[in-house]
């Protein structure tokens, strides 16, 4: 689709739509033997004239980190190129691992995550970068809402006065900069607004983890900069 810009050969590859239509004629078209599905939106009543041609589908949607390795063994076997399957797959394993282990005891900071501007928006508990922020001991102060991509308030924010406002690079001009108009929160009186590679946060494959490596970075500075 439209998004689909890594790795560099994938900008070569047809466009089929976005990530609100894909053109089923095209898909069509193009004759898959295999489509890979990340369920959202308005996907499953687009899905539906393919499912009915017999076209084979394999849903992704990993929501936790150790899902990616096994999602990529499932991608192999599928394919055919389980020895490049497993390789990845071990790798993403022993690279989790390390990060989980360094950051065991990490001190627990209260985080607000933004993904866009205008309206505000964050992301709950189920979210995988929810499951990031664990990772790194970072704990989500919007876990609990029941909406994978809430909207929040400003108040609420500042209500809820987080030790560390992360954002993605995507989510606005400015992205963290218009909170420093409340020099009473607890994140910019000590100066921990930080912006993300967004790209690589919200996408759950293998580079999740270099965004994950960026997370834990941010939060141990916070760390070291608070008494």
Not at 77 to 87: D, I
Not at 202 to 216: E, K, T, Y
Request: glycine share 8%; proline share 7%; aromatic share 6%.
């Amino acid at each position: 689709v439209s998004h689909s810009d890594y790795p560099e050969a994938a900008k070569q590859v047809p466009r089929v739509g976005d990530n609100r239509q894909v053109d089923i004629e095209r898909v069509l078209a193009l004759k898959p033997d295999l489509l890979v599905v990340w369920l959202h939106g308005n996907a499953e009543r687009q899905l539906e004239p393919l499912r009915r041609l017999g076209v084979p589908l394999f849903y992704s949607e990993p929501t936790k980190l150790e899902a990616i390795p096994e999602t990529l063994l499932k991608l192999g076997t599928l394919m055919g190129s389980e020895p490049q399957a497993q390789a990845a797959a071990g790798q993403f394993r022993q690279r989790l691992a390390g990060l989980r282990q360094h950051y065991a005891q990490a001190r627990p900071l209260r985080v607000f995550y933004q993904v866009w501007d205008q309206p505000l928006y964050t992301l709950n508990g189920q979210h995988m970068v929810s499951d990031v922020l664990r990772l790194c001991g970072g704990v989500n102060i919007f876990a609990d809402l029941p909406v994978t991509a809430p909207t929040v308030t400003q108040e609420a924010v500042i209500a809820a006065d987080p030790d560390v406002i992360l954002a993605g690079e995507m989510s606005g001009r400015g992205a963290v900069d218009s909170w420093k108009r409340f020099p009473r929160m607890r994140a910019v009186r000590q100066q921990q607004l930080y912006t993300l590679n967004g790209d690589l946060l919200h996408r759950p494959g293998p580079r999740i983890l270099d965004g994950a490596s960026q997370v834990c970075q941010r939060l141990a500075q916070a760390r070291a900069q608070r008494p």
